[in-house]
T-cell receptor
């Protein structure tokens, strides 16, 4: 069985400051891990994925995530937030099934 | 490149009316296809998935059904809508080449359909 927990339902940052969205997972396998972003009334867009290669994964729009097996974490970061980053973010774990986190809403203040 | 389409984009229907949402994928063959529902302020709920024409697996028993009449076409239907069917419906696809429908491959999502049942 697998599960994923996004530790914050809502994160608020100021424009230009770093972003940290936290994700912990549980899996009996060596899973793939993904981060998706969803803007209001839009579909989900893949930001980045980890598939057992490099533990530091770079994605689109300046986002990156680090896979830490010992901590079962896959936190998403960005050095400097932009207003356009305001959206809902989903962490996903996938092996023989796929589990979505409940989502983290990111607010970016000017 | 691959693209995924959903229509309609928005739909307002009365309780008890039928429903048909369509999803098509271009640029790939034999994809795995998925229907999700996202209720207001909640995460994604997997409704159905399909690994091939005519092959449908249901994850949640309810008054919805799905069909896959062609390789790259996935349809979500209902004979009689309920108020609780309101939500944002997302179609997604993944490569059918590697493993099953929930292997290690990412899913690619369509733009969604906003359904309001009144």
């Amino acid at each position: 069985a697998q599960s994923v927990t996004q530790l914050d339902s809502h994160v608020s940052v100021s424009e230009g400051t770093p972003v940290l969205l936290r994700c912990n997972y549980s899996s009996s396998y060596s899973p793939s891990l993904f981060w998706y972003v969803q803007h209001p009334n839009k579909g989900l867009q893949l930001l980045l994925k980890y598939t057992s290669a490099a533990t530091l994964v770079k994605g689109i729009n300046g986002f990156e995530a680090e896979f830490k097996k010992s901590e079962t974490s896959f936190h998403l970061t960005k050095p400097s937030a932009h207003m356009s980053d305001a959206a809902e973010y989903f962490c996903v774990v996938s092996a023989n099934d796929m589990r979505f986190g409940a989502g983290t809403r990111l607010t970016v203040k000017p | 490149s691959q693209t995924i389409h959903q229509w309609p984009a928005t739909l307002v229907q009365p309780v008890g009316s039928p429903l048909s949402l369509e999803c098509t994928v271009e640029g790939t063959s034999n994809p795995n296809l998925y229907w999700y529902r996202q209720a207001a302020g909640r995460g994604l709920q997997l409704l159905f998935y399909s690994v091939g024409i005519g092959q449908i697996s249901s994850e949640v028993p309810q008054n919805l059904s799905a069909s896959r009449p062609q390789d790259r076409q996935f349809i979500l239907s209902s004979k009689k809508l309920l108020l609780s069917d309101s939500g944002f419906y997302l179609c997604a696809w993944s490569s059918g080449l590697a493993g099953g429908p929930f292997s290690y491959n990412e899913q690619f999502f369509g733009p969604g359909t906003r359904l309001t049942v009144l």
